[in-house]
Each structure stands twice: as C-alpha cells, then as structure tokens.
C-alpha cells in the first residue's frame, strides 16, 4: 500500500467520523429544542427503574426498543447477552445498578438469529470466543433432547436463544448481589425478554423471579438481610 493510499484511507476514516460529530450536534440540538433543560436536567441526576442485560448486536438497542429516553434504563451489554459468575464486569453492573442506583428491574434481553447463539450451536474452533460461547453449549447440553426433535436448524438455534435468556435470568438471581436485596424488602424484579429482528418487537418468555422462594434451595446462598 502506497503512501497516496494510506492518506485515502486516513481521510476516508475521517471523514466517518465528522459524520459522526454531525450526527450528534443535530440530536443535541433537537433535545434542546423539544426541551432546553433536558441535558441540565439528565447530568444532575441518574434514576432509571431498569437495568437492561442484552447482546451487543448493533441491530438491538436498549433505549430505542424500550422507547425510553437517555437516563431511563442502565444498560450492560455483550456477546449473546450473558451472565457469566466470572465476568466482573457484569456482575459490577448489577451490583452498581441494584446498591446504588436501587432499580427496580432487571431485564435479560436476547434475540432470534444471535450470532453468538448460532456460534455455540456448532462445533468450529473460533477462537477465544469459544470460551465465552461454552455457557451457552453448556445450555445446549442440557437441553438436548427438546432442542435435536427441531429439524430447522434455523428454528433450533432460536428455540436456544431463548433457552440461553431463561438460562441467564437464573444466573442473575443466584448472585449475592440480587438475593440480598430480596432478603431486605427490596423490591425487585428479574424478567426474560427476547426480541426479533423481522418485526422489532419483544416478546415475554412468561419468566419472573421476584424473590428467594422462587429459587431452588441450592442457589439459596444465606442472603445477608438489613
């Protein structure tokens, strides 16, 4: 590649991002217009009721699926929406979500056609992904039966992805982090959602968890009350 080249390339990639700065000039100025206190008003104060747990696809934003404005919805996302007991970051998100911010829902949000879903739905070596991805064949596994009498392989990866969303609502409620604020009054609430890409509308997977008694004894981890 020559030097004539790599300049192209340099303001090419520039250029792409003035864009960028445009676009966010045109939205402030629009906030400002619709309501000029709206920026004084969002840095004072950070009081979302939802934390959202959902998969970093660029195609599934927290905010404008919810219809919620900037300040309404804490959200953590990544790879195929996971809660895994090792993933520091996650589990400091909740636990900042739930302890200081006191939401009042927790919401895992996956979505038909996941590319991290269909990942784990195979056996190709991918890289250091696949460590990630083996929560979700871990879920695979113990879903075997139900999942393999799906003959599309379509419809079995999206039968997964809601398997995978089940699968983390109950990780979310094994934290310390959520039981303790169950064992001092709080009120909580963990719900399952998956969302589809051809219509843009979220569905309920019927999942609730709203206090101890709902967990199997196991997971029940001397919750610490006030």
Same mark, same amino acid.
């Given at each position: ?6 300049? +192209? ?45 959902? +998969?970093? *696809? ?64 195979? +056996? ?10 083996? *929560? ?24 997964? +992805? ?36 051809? *219509? ?27």
């Amino acid at each position: 590649m020559n030097e004539f080249s790599m300049n +192209c390339m340099g303001l090419s990639i520039v250029s792409e991002i003035e864009k960028l700065f445009d676009n966010n000039r045109r939205w402030s100025q629009r906030l400002l217009e619709t309501d000029p206190h709206f920026f004084s008003r969002l840095s004072s104060l950070q009081s979302p009721k939802f934390l959202w747990i959902g +998969c970093s *696809d660029s195609r599934v934003p927290a905010n404008q699926i919810l219809g919620l404005a900037p300040g309404e919805v804490f959200v953590h996302r990544n790879v195929a929406n996971l809660v895994v007991n090792t993933d520091m970051n996650c589990l400091s998100v909740i636990q900042y979500a739930v302890e200081i911010l006191k939401i009042e829902h927790i919401i895992v949000c996956g979505h038909y056609r996941c590319g991290g879903v269909q990942a784990a739905c195979g +056996c190709d070596q991918l890289g250091l992904i696949d460590n990630w991805l083996r *929560d979700i064949k871990n879920t695979y596994n113990q879903n075997r039966v139900e999942l393999e009498k799906i003959g599309d392989k379509t419809l079995r990866a999206d039968r997964l +992805c809601e398997l995978n969303v089940l699968s983390q609502v109950r990780n979310v409620c094994h934290t310390a982090i959520v039981q303790n604020a169950w064992a001092q009054g709080r009120k909580l609430a963990v719900h399952g959602l998956i969302y589809s890409l051809n *219509d843009g509308l979220l569905q309920d997977l019927a999942v609730q968890v709203t206090g101890l008694e709902q967990l199997e004894e196991i997971y029940r981890i001397g919750a610490k009350s006030k």
